[in-house]
């Protein structure tokens, strides 16, 4: 099952006027920010992203209130959210715009960011009126971009797009429904997956299940594995996909030994060794920690790490493995703490893990 047109669901919100909503409640990440559009980073929005066209600050009823203008034919502005079902279901838009009539102004959302509208609300052309929408949104969910898209030669001016927490006022609406998740979504069932395949976790073991592109080597090119596979967006979970067989370097997550250029992947981390098996006699094979994080996939098991005994052309991760004491590489191999994705910096990981260095990217000794 394949979301192959665009989706829009109208019927799942209610207009109101505006009135009182429950919070969220303390420890609830926010659904957007800066949602009053008054933090503005140069001549950029502060957590917005212009997608199209182009905005400016402008005045509203109050010297010190600030609104974005929104000019042009076509703009669209957006911004990702890393909220889950866990966090929100029933979610209340307080919205406070001048909008021209000869102006066509929607909010849309875009579950799962993948580029599938799954619902628009069009806004009334009006003049710093206030209105308010609910929304239900599906049983299980990971992440959301919220845009605000433009079009016309009318002006439209927003001074406020707040979302939170709309409580019980959704009961008895229909949830947004979604045609077949993306790969890296959490899921109970095959059907549930865009792809067909429902993966259990890698770890831990209770953790959901997750969709993937492929369940077995079968699945995929006769030159390729079903290996792991990390998302675009941090919200979502590593997965199952086909990728190139022995691409992934040390330090990298797997699956199965065959991902792994060393041809060795111990606990979900492509390695030199794995147990009693990959190193001569006389070595251990080990993992070396890196202080201060917190770990299970932050390093790989080498054989006698940083005791120097890697000859020229062996993988390395740091000048102490190498008895030429010079691990040459292609950079910085910087992974997820507990996590173990790839990336270049803490926003690259999910939720609040942070992003550290674990040696030398390709590395292999002089």
Same mark, same amino acid.
């Given at each position: 099952?394949?979301? /192959? /047109?665009?989706?829009?669901?109208?019927?799942?919100?209610?207009?109101?006027?505006?009135?009182?909503?429950?919070?969220?409640?303390?420890? *609830?990440?926010?659904?957007?920010?800066?949602?009053? +559009?008054?933090?503005?980073?140069?001549?950029?929005? &502060?957590?917005?992203?212009?997608?199209?066209?182009?905005?400016?600050?402008?005045?509203?009823?109050?010297? =010190?209130?600030?609104?974005?203008?929104?000019?042009?034919?076509?703009? !669209?502005?957006?911004?990702?959210?890393?909220?889950?079902?866990?966090?929100?279901?029933?979610? =209340? +838009?307080?919205?406070? !715009?001048?909008? =021209?009539?000869?102006?066509?102004?929607?909010?849309?959302?875009?579950?799962?960011?993948?580029?599938?509208? %799954?619902?628009?609300?069009?806004?009334?052309?009006?003049?710093?009126? $206030?209105?308010?929408?609910?929304?239900?949104?599906?049983?299980?969910?990971?992440?959301?971009?919220?845009?605000?898209?433009?079009?016309?030669?009318?002006?439209?001016?927003?001074?406020?797009?707040?979302?939170?927490?709309?409580?019980?006022?959704?009961?008895?609406?229909?949830?947004?429904?979604?045609? #077949?998740? @993306?790969? #890296?979504?959490? &899921?109970?069932?095959?059907?549930?997956?865009?792809?067909?395949?429902?993966?259990? $976790?890698?770890? @831990?073991? %209770?953790?959901?299940? /997750?969709?993937? !592109?492929?369940?077995?080597?079968?699945?995929?090119?006769?030159?390729?594995?079903?290996?792991?596979?990390?998302?675009?967006?941090?919200?979502?979970?590593?997965?199952?996909?086909?990728?190139?067989? +022995?691409?992934?370097?040390?330090?990298? *997550?797997?699956?199965?030994?065959?991902?792994?250029?060393?041809?060795?992947?111990?606990?979900?981390? &492509?390695?030199?060794?794995?147990?009693?098996?990959?190193?001569? $006699?006389?070595?251990?094979?080990?993992?070396?920690?890196?202080?201060?994080?917190?770990? +299970?996939?932050?390093?790989?098991?080498?054989?006698?790490?940083?005791?120097?005994?890697?000859?020229?052309?062996?993988?390395?991760?740091?000048?102490?493995?190498?008895?030429?004491?010079?691990?040459?590489?292609?950079?910085?191999?910087?992974?997820?703490?507990?996590?173990?994705?790839? &990336?270049?910096?803490?926003?690259?990981?999910?939720? %609040?893990?942070?992003?550290?260095?674990?040696?030398?990217?390709?590395?292999?000794?002089?």
């Amino acid at each position: 099952m394949t979301k /192959t /047109t665009t989706k829009l669901v109208f019927a799942a919100a209610t207009i109101v006027f505006l009135g009182g909503a429950d919070d969220g409640g303390c420890g *609830r990440p926010p659904i957007i920010n800066n949602n009053g +559009f008054d933090l503005w980073c140069g001549d950029n929005l &502060c957590y917005w992203q212009v997608d199209k066209g182009r905005i400016a600050p402008a005045p509203t009823w109050h010297d =010190e209130d600030r609104a974005v203008d929104m000019i042009g034919d076509a703009v !669209a502005i957006s911004q990702v959210s890393d909220i889950t079902n866990l966090d929100y279901r029933c979610i =209340e +838009f307080k919205l406070l !715009a001048n909008i =021209e009539p000869t102006a066509t102004v929607n909010i849309e959302m875009d579950i799962y960011d993948d580029g599938i509208v %799954d619902w628009r609300q069009p806004l009334p052309a009006s003049e710093w009126s $206030p209105y308010s929408y609910l929304v239900l949104l599906p049983t299980n969910y990971q992440g959301v971009r919220f845009r605000i898209t433009k079009a016309g030669s009318g002006r439209a001016l927003l001074a406020q797009i707040a979302a939170e927490s709309g409580g019980s006022q959704c009961a008895g609406m229909t949830p947004l429904l979604i045609d #077949g998740q @993306p790969d #890296g979504a959490a &899921c109970g069932w095959t059907i549930e997956c865009a792809s067909g395949f429902c993966n259990a $976790p890698q770890w @831990p073991s %209770d953790a959901p299940a /997750t969709c993937g !592109a492929c369940k077995t080597d079968t699945d995929c090119a006769f030159d390729q594995v079903c290996g792991t596979v990390a998302p675009q967006q941090g919200f979502l979970d590593l997965y199952r996909g086909c990728v190139p067989a +022995f691409s992934h370097q040390l330090g990298e *997550r797997c699956i199965s030994d065959n991902e792994c250029g060393s041809g060795a992947c111990c606990e979900n981390v &492509c390695s030199t060794c794995c147990g009693d098996i990959g190193c001569d $006699p006389g070595e251990s094979c080990e993992r070396v920690e890196t202080s201060g994080v917190q770990q +299970f996939w932050s390093t790989p098991h080498q054989c006698d790490p940083q005791a120097g005994g890697a000859n020229t052309g062996d993988e390395c991760l740091v000048h102490a493995d190498c008895a030429s004491g010079v691990c040459r590489g292609s950079g910085d191999l910087k992974v997820c703490e507990l996590d173990g994705r790839l &990336c270049e910096a803490s926003s690259d990981c999910p939720g %609040d893990l942070h992003c550290i260095k674990i040696g030398t990217a390709g590395g292999r000794c002089d």
